[in-house]
T-cell receptor
Framework: DVKVTQSSRYLVKRTGEKVFLECVQDMDHENMFWYRQDPGLGLRLIYFSYDVKMKEKGDIPEGYSVSREKKERFSLILESASTNQTSMYLC??????????????FGDGTRLSIL | AQKVTQAQTEISVVEKEDVTLDCVYETRDTTYYLFWYKQPPSGELVFLIR??????QNEISGRYSWNFQKSTSSFNFTITASQVVDSAVYFCALGTGSARQLTFGSGTQLTVLP
């Protein structure tokens, strides 16, 4: 079974801090994704990556950046955290092929609170 | 633009009742994929099904069934004889070549009462 592991289940940070959310998958998947989930809005794509050192913006990239130095690891970075970035963050991965065609495997999520 | 609408925000049923979760999608692509995911209270989204736009056959998997109708742009999900363990948020999603990503609906919170 694919395992997608997110480094923290709950995280509390302060406004202006630089925040790192880590995600690791163990199935050698090329595709990795970061979403945020907010009530009534479903999942919204922040960034995705189809290969090492490759990244593409999703629907809501503002205030975020990502890093993919190794195939199994995809990091989401909040450059200067703000209260409107309080949310549930979900990482996902999928097998080779176009990411939108493949079933994605999700981690448990990180509930991030920015005070 | 791609859009997925799950008009039912919350549904509550009593155990053993049948329940249908609605999903309506919009796209101009002729080739696309539709998905359903389940998110239990633990938080991890679990993949349930994928259907491509050229396959309108309905699918049944145990107590779960899916009805895909291109004529109404709908991909509805029915749970037969619901159980308490079915309580979760269910998401419908659309994948298209033009968007190159999945577009998720806002989700339906299903509560099955004992």
């Amino acid at each position: 079974d694919v395992k997608v592991t997110q480094s923290s289940r709950y995280l509390v940070k302060r406004t202006g801090e630089k925040v790192f959310l880590e995600c690791v998958q163990d199935m050698d998947h090329e595709n990795m994704f970061w979403y945020r989930q907010d009530p009534g809005l479903g999942l919204r794509l922040i960034y995705f990556s189809y290969d090492v050192k490759m990244k593409e913006k999703g629907d809501i990239p503002e205030g975020y950046s990502v890093s993919r130095e190794k195939k199994e690891r995809f990091s989401l970075i909040l450059e200067s955290a703000s209260t409107n970035q309080t949310s549930m963050y979900l990482c996902a991965s999928s097998p080779p092929g176009q990411g939108f065609l493949q079933p994605q495997h999700f981690g448990d999520g990180t509930r991030l609170s920015i005070l | 633009a791609q859009k997925v609408t799950q008009a039912q925000t919350e549904i509550s049923v009593v155990e053993k009742e049948d329940v249908t979760l609605d999903c309506v999608y919009e796209t101009r692509d002729t080739t696309y994929y539709l998905f359903w995911y389940k998110q239990p209270p633990s938080g991890e989204l679990v993949f349930l099904i994928r259907r491509n736009s050229f396959d309108e056959q309905n699918e049944i998997s145990g107590r779960y069934s899916w009805n895909f109708q291109k004529s109404t742009s709908s991909f509805n999900f029915t749970i037969t004889a619901s159980q308490v363990v079915d309580s979760a948020v269910y998401f419908c999603a659309l994948g298209t070549g033009s968007a190159r990503q999945l577009t998720f609906g806002s989700g339906t919170q299903l509560t099955v009462l004992p």
